[in-house]
């Protein structure tokens, strides 16, 4: 008599579930930091006056770029029972029996392994970059999210991250999400040079005058 099926574990079914969602989160953020790095570049090499007609949308397309980046970074590592984040699929990988579940889970979606462990080292590589992060630039990210951005609120905006601590911020995030989708044999196409691509892209479409 064959034995009935085991109940799905819903710390596993989550990071499934949720996997392609985070990765989708991630493009978007990525795209919106190199675009607003590529017009940043735009600007600094740029000569003409800081009141010319061109820089001024310039500016204001970079700017937006960095506050979409910035609110999509902060949201993709929030914690909370109900939120989807790396930092929940994080997490949950932490809890007793989740990994050997996940890899049972990956086994019988998606069949064995094509090289030995390599689904183990995917979430090797996962918790790794993982901790890599800054949590004190994701609490002053948070602070400038939550203030600056989500929300206008009686609070003074007292703390902000600068260019650079947002782009090693979305480039960790862009890392997991590249694991996440190795790991869950998401077809999303998402890769490594995203970022670069789209900065290259913003700069040929947007020609300083002259």
């Known amino acids: 008599m064959s034995q ?9 079914e989550f990071i499934l579930a949720n996997a392609d969602r985070l990765i989708t989160v991630t493009f978007r953020c990525v795209i919106s ?13 740029s000569t003409t006056d ?9 500016l204001g397309f970079q700017r937006d770029g960095l506050l979409m980046a910035a609110l999509r970074a902060a949201i993709l590592l929030d914690a909370g029972p109900k939120l989807v984040s790396f930092r929940a699929v994080n997490h949950r ?11 049972q889970a990956l086994q019988d979606r998606h069949g064995p392994d094509d090289a030995m462990s390599a689904r183990t080292e995917l979430i090797a590589e996962f918790r790794k970059v993982y901790t890599e992060i800054d ?12 203030r600056g ?6 609070e003074k905006l007292l703390k902000s991250v600068i260019i650079d601590e947002l782009k090693t911020m979305v480039g960790i995030i862009g890392r997991l999400a590249l694991v996440l989708r190795d790991l869950s044999g998401s077809n999303l196409a998402f ?7 789209y900065a290259e892209l913003a700069k040929k479409a947007i020609k300083p005058p002259g």
């Open 4 to 12: 009935p099926p085991l109940d799905p574990n819903p710390d596993v």
């Open 135 to 146: 949590w004190k630039v994701y609490d002053r990210l948070k602070h400038f999210r939550n």
């Open 149 to 154: 951005i989500a929300h206008l609120t009686v």
């Open 50 to 58: 800081r009141l010319d007609p061109w820089r001024q949308p310039v």
């Open 191 to 197: 890769h490594p040079d995203i970022q670069q691509e």
């Open 93 to 103: 990988l932490m809890l007793p029996g989740v990994e050997a579940a996940l890899l």
């Open 33 to 45: 930091f190199g675009l607003a790095d590529g017009l940043n570049e735009l600007l600094l090499k």
